[in-house]
């Protein structure tokens, strides 16, 4: 099941450049997210702090705090353990390229040490049906390179492989982005199927999506999270000027 | 434009195609030529001398007839196989370090300078090093000091290339292994190296390839032999070391050898380095990049 993730004053920087200022909001389980805002604007950086994934840049700091359900993930935990709790998918398909779908789709276990191949097989199917990609390579699981998939369906394989690892939260950063209508309404489709069991948390440059996918929107500017509140609030009645000049393209 | 300009331009076009094309092809046959050369020539030379005996026997004396370069061939079978089991992890370690961990630290611009230095020492330095640091304290020459002499000479070109091949790895890839919660070793181990393998067994094949070719180093160390030998504490007999002794002698028989063993030394190289192509492919998914 998803966990809400409380966020309060957190500040990200990448060397002197002071990207996140000061951020809090309340992200709530089991509900679609979403942030918008231009390029630049510290979305990415922001989904980037919530699994820390910022810190792996030897020049990104951060300070402030993060609770994932009962866990503050910078005092409580290890990188590794949030990573495990928190899946995350990119913007640009990246399957491993010498692995078969099937080791894509394990590695998250398999790397890890775990070694029971029926309980595996079952792990590897059930992520592979909930990301809708199982009919498309069930034949060829262990024959196939993940890398010479289409790209929608590598995204749906990078997806796969975030789920296998069994975590609350899913976090995607412009997950179709790279890819056609028809591939991205397929993510579309997906993300509304993956919300009765996780949180997820959607960086998107697409405000239709947005306004398609999520509960929740944010919009974020300079650093700076301007609004959150209910996505049909903030694409009918925002209460900020900046956030309307941006849904009605005046800026951005 | 008119039609007629048109047609000019065409014309231009497609003579500077046909010219780019033209020195393309003529390169790739200037980059071949001394290659093909060289082989027709050894063939030319050598081929009669080798038959069974090369590979079983040992060097006759002078003016007996026959004799082959078996012992030689093991010998080098045994320097290059202790060579590469001490330069293959050390350089692949050192690759590593220097991409993965200490990406940007001095310690690694140290260690990329030394590589670099190391990389332009001449083999017969290398070879007087090994005499100095491993025969001299032992008392005697042996394989295992010759195979660290190669050894060492095959760590810069293994290190570089494991560098700039884990630098190729793009980075959605490595923040991909560590978003699935891998620790960073196992994305480094599992992941970053899996996928520049290709790359890095290319560098180990081309180090093995130089150093398998190499005199100099081999004469302070492994010194050669007139006999068989396996123990690689021993002084051992090396095909390049052979083929140079014979090659100097002034007997007509002994010449046609050293044709004969380079001929086979350039083969066995071209046999050991398609067997790991070989060997390593196998894994490979189809539609891998």
Redesign the interface.
């Known amino acids: 099941m998803g966990v809400g993730i409380e966020v309060t004053s957190l500040n990200a920087w990448y060397g002197s450049n002071h990207t996140l200022q000061d951020i809090n909001l309340h992200i709530p389980p089991n509900q679609a997210t979403a942030l918008i805002g231009p390029s630049g604007c510290g979305k990415s950086t922001f989904v980037r702090c919530l699994n820390r994934m910022h810190e792996t840049n030897p020049i990104a700091r951060v300070t402030g705090s993060v609770r994932i359900g009962d866990i503050d993930i910078y005092k409580d935990a290890k990188p590794v353990n949030i990573r495990r709790r928190v899946g995350m998918v990119f913007q640009r398909p990246n399957p491993f390229p010498t692995m078969s779908i099937y080791d894509n789709v394990a590695s998250g276990l398999k790397l890890n040490g775990f070694s029971n191949h029926r309980s595996l097989d079952e792990i590897v199917e059930k992520s592979l049906r909930n990301s809708a990609l199982w009919d498309e390579v069930k034949d060829e699981l262990k024959k196939k390179s993940g890398a010479s998939l289409s790209g929608g369906q590598q995204q749906r394989l990078c997806i796969a492989r975030a789920l296998a690892v069994d975590p609350e939260v899913i976090l995607m950063d412009e997950p179709a982005s790279a890819l056609d209508p028809v591939s991205t309404s397929k993510i579309e489709d997906l993300i509304f199927e993956l919300k009765s069991h996780y949180t997820i948390v959607i960086v998107t440059h697409n405000m239709q999506q947005a306004a398609r996918v999520a509960e929740k929107t944010g919009f974020f500017l300079n650093g700076r999270m301007v609004e959150f509140d209910s996505t049909h609030k903030i694409f009918t009645n925002p209460s900020d000027k900046r956030t309307e000049d941006y849904i009605t393209g005046r800026f951005g | 434009m008119t039609t007629e300009n048109f047609k000019m331009r065409n014309l231009f076009r497609d003579l500077t195609d046909k010219l780019a094309s033209g020195l393309a092809v003529l390169a790739t046959v200037l980059v071949i030529a001394p290659l093909v050369a060289i082989f027709v020539y050894l063939l030319y030379k050598g081929a009669s001398s080798v038959n069974l005996d090369f590979f079983t026997q040992i060097p006759k004396a002078v003016g007996e007839e026959g004799g082959g370069m078996g012992n030689a061939i093991a010998g080098s079978i045994v320097i290059l196989a202790l060579g590469s089991l001490m330069g293959v992890p050390i350089g692949i370690g050192g690759g590593i370090f220097l991409a993965e961990f200490g990406r940007?630290t001095k310690l690694a611009n140290a260690i990329r300078f030394t590589a670099d230095v190391l990389n332009g020492v001449p083999s017969i330095v290398m070879g007087i090093a090994v005499y100095a640091l491993v025969v001299k304290p032992q008392g005697h020459f042996s394989a295992l000091s010759g195979g660290v002499a190669l050894g060492i000479m095959m760590i810069p070109t293994i290190t570089r290339t494991t560098e700039e091949m884990l630098l190729m790895v793009?980075n959605?890839?490595r923040?991909?292994?560590?978003?699935?919660?891998?620790?960073n070793w196992?994305a480094v181990l599992?992941?970053s190296l899996?996928?520049a393998?290709p790359g890095i067994i290319t560098g180990c094949m081309l180090a093995f390839a130089r150093v398998a070719g190499e005199t100099a180093p081999l004469i302070f160390t492994a010194f050669g032999n007139s006999f068989w030998n396996w123990h690689p504490n021993e002084p051992t007999a090396a095909l390049p070391l052979q083929i140079y002794v014979f090659a100097i002698s002034p007997y007509d028989d002994w010449h046609r050898l050293a044709w004969a063993g380079a001929l086979v030394l350039i083969v066995l190289i071209v046999l050991a380095v398609s067997l790991v192509r070989y060997v390593t492919s196998r894994g490979?998914?189809?539609?891998?990049?």
Do not use: D, Y
């Open positions: 940007g793009p959605v890839i923040e991909a292994a560590l978003g699935i919660g891998l620790p196992r599992s992941i899996k996928t393998s490979v998914m189809k539609g891998a990049s």
